[in-house]
């Protein structure tokens, strides 16, 4: 069972909105920076956000990121059937000493 | 543009040493700004941290394989690798390398990952 709680799956139809929530404890996302990342079916996971809310490069800005205390959401707008994919939060936790990660979500688009 | 390449056996017999070696490219291992580290994937699970390194060699490991893990780097080949002992079918997972961004010394997240190799832990 992971430190961090996600949904094991959502689902929405094309063009509409989707949220995962991950949610933690003070000992890492209340004090540490939140990442998503997708993983595509058979690919490596690809980062989509960083601290908490920034996009990198080239990442569209239909995703996005918040945290409020110890829960983190990634919100994924207009959505498109090359969107699905499992999500994982992660974060540093700072009691284990360890990078650790949700469970991860998988979107299907309907 | 920044590339991480796993390499090593496909298939480690139970009680052995699983040995991986992350080569990068596009980028300095030496740089001050990031970690390297490894991640696995058993089949169909989530993602498991398994520990980082720094260029100067100082090592972090997952508390929960701390006793069985060795993560160094080679600065002068510009790679960084893994090592895994007593393994078991437990084991079996898709290892992944990355670069761990990160500042003021704390991890902030992993920027760039290779593609993965499947390990198979099997007599």
């Known amino acids: 069972q992971s430190v961090l709680t996600q949904p094991p799956s959502v689902s929405a139809a094309p063009g509409q909105k989707v949220t995962i929530s991950c949610s933690g404890s003070s000992s890492n996302i209340g004090n540490n920076y939140v990442s998503w990342y997708q993983q595509l079916p058979g690919t490596a996971p690809k980062l989509l956000i960083y601290e908490d809310n920034k996009r990198p490069s080239g990442i569209p800005d239909r995703f996005s990121g918040s945290k409020s205390g110890t829960s983190a959401t990634l919100g994924i707008t207009g959505l498109q059937t090359g969107d699905e994919a499992d999500y994982y939060c992660?974060?540093?936790?700072?009691?284990?000493?360890?990078?650790?990660f949700g469970g991860g979500t998988k979107v299907t688009v309907l | 543009q920044v590339q991480l390449q796993e390499s090593g056996p496909g298939l480690v017999k139970p009680s052995d040493t699983l040995s991986l070696s992350c080569t990068v490219s596009?980028?300095?291992?030496?740089?001050?700004?990031?970690?390297w580290g490894w991640i696995r994937q058993p089949p169909g699970k989530g993602l498991e941290w398994i520990g980082s390194i720094y260029h100067s060699g100082n090592t972090y490991y997952n508390p929960s394989l701390k006793s069985r893990v060795t993560i160094s780097v080679d600065t002068s080949k510009n790679q960084f690798s893994l090592n895994l002992s007593s393994v078991t079918a437990a084991d079996t997972a898709v290892y992944y390398c990355a670069r761990i961004w990160r500042d003021s010394g704390w991890p902030i997240c992993l920027d760039y990952w290779g593609q993965g190799t499947l390990v198979t832990v099997s007599p």
């Open positions: 596009g980028a300095s291992i030496s740089s001050s700004s990031y970690y």
């Open positions: 992660g974060t540093w936790d700072s009691s284990l000493s360890v990078v650790i």
